[in-house]
Nanobody, 123 residues
Framework: QVQLVESGGGLVQAGGSLRLSCAAS????????MGWFRQAPGKEREFVAT????????IYGESVKGRFTISRDNAKNTVSLQMNSLKPEDTAVYYC????????????????WGQGTQVTVSS
């Protein structure tokens, strides 16, 4: 089994920054993509960003382009999400997820999910 644990969430003022991390443990192999998603109360889960194994293919959701940066460290089995210029509409529970093979923005194709970390941006 694979376990994903997110950290780094919290409360921040609009315009501020946060850095989320996700640590993978358990049965891990090479060639897997990692993704970040978020879900606000009453809304569907939204794609944020995804990165492939080698880190040379990245996709961002439209609402976070230019503000968020995804990165990974395969030696440490971690993926990070640097969030800058945060807005109140970024408030949500943020989840990291893992899938084998190529990147995807579709949550349904991800095999493993973390428990989520709350990000709250005050105005």
């Amino acid at each position: 089994q694979v376990q994903l644990v997110e950290s780094g969430g919290g409360l921040v003022q609009a315009g501020g920054s946060l850095r989320l991390s996700c640590a993978a443990s358990g049965r891990t192999t090479n060639n897997y993509a990692m993704g970040w998603f978020r879900q606000a109360p009453g809304k569907e889960r939204e794609f944020v960003a995804t990165i492939n194994w080698s880190g040379d293919r990245i996709i961002y959701g439209e609402s976070v382009k230019g503000r968020f940066t995804i990165s990974r460290d395969n030696a440490k089995n971690t993926v990070s999400l640097q969030m800058n210029s945060l807005k109140p509409e970024d408030t949500a529970v943020y989840y990291c997820a893992k899938k084998y093979g190529v990147i995807s923005s579709a949550p349904r194709v991800y095999d493993y999910w973390g428990q989520g970390t709350q990000v709250t941006v005050s105005s």
